[in-house]
């Protein structure tokens, strides 16, 4: 491999771009979401105990908290499993749950999504849950509006722009809410625009909050599922 001195300005750009939209440990580029499926598919052969997040982000969520809390998942055979959307998880409940694999199955949906959770349980074998409590005795539990969201409100504002300036992002969040768009919008659809934004963004601080919190104030979804798992592996 060439290194920087032989390299154009264009390429060196390229290549720091790349660089910037990975986080260690987890797959990057435009076909992560499929290779993170598939590593956690392969890690899940072995494991006891499945919890079923959407996508990336939720992943890294997750097993920063483990890491936080001193739990080894891979020890403990707890795999993490992003199955790349909502629409996705009656498969994946089909291969886990009672009429698959049979391991424990556990995980996170979103508000707008619990009633499409339920209904796939059930198709799969479960309980059929009627209610987000009878969803949490199934072992999932709903994020308001998201995990993001919930990560959002949980950290706040202050503490969040302390992470943009320490990762230099904050510039560029304060031209996005100068923009006349989001001008006049709240901080959490301002912050939420602005990760969407950027793909590293996203990724990166979904790991960056959940280590900016304390454990005690970490969103009880998050929390919830984790245990759920640990008491399953």
């Not at 950290?155 to 969040?160: F, S």
Request: glycine share 10%; with cysteine; proline share 4%.
């Amino acid at each position: 491999m060439a290194d920087d001195a032989a390299e154009t300005g264009p390429t060196r750009t390229r290549r720091r771009r790349r660089q910037e939209v990975s986080v260690p440990g987890y797959a990057s580029g435009a076909d992560a979401p499929l290779r993170a499926t598939a590593d956690a598919l392969e890690r899940a052969r072995n494991a006891r105990s499945v919890v079923l997040v959407e996508g990336i982000s939720d992943q890294i969520a997750v097993e920063t908290l483990a890491g936080l809390q001193a739990r080894d998942l891979a020890k403990e055979g707890v795999a993490v499993v992003p199955i790349g959307g909502a629409q996705s998880v009656a498969k994946f409940l089909a291969r886990f749950g009672p009429a698959g694999v049979g391991l424990r199955v556990s995980g996170l949906c979103d508000a707008a999504e619990a009633r499409h959770f339920c209904r796939a349980l059930a198709r799969s074998g479960h309980t059929q849950p009627e209610t987000r409590s009878d969803l949490e005795r199934e072992g999932f539990f709903v994020c308001d509006r998201d995990l993001e969201d919930e990560l959002i409100r949980a950290v706040g504002p202050d503490a969040i722009e302390a992470i943009l300036a320490e990762e230099r992002d904050l510039t560029a969040f304060r031209t996005l809410q100068k923009q006349a768009a989001w001008r006049d919008a709240g901080f959490v659809d301002q912050f939420r625009r602005f990760l969407g934004a950027g793909a590293r963004r996203k990724l990166r601080n979904a790991g960056l909050f959940v280590g900016a919190l304390d454990l005690d104030r970490q969103p009880r979804p998050l929390r919830d599922v984790l245990s759920r798992a640990w008491l399953y592996g």
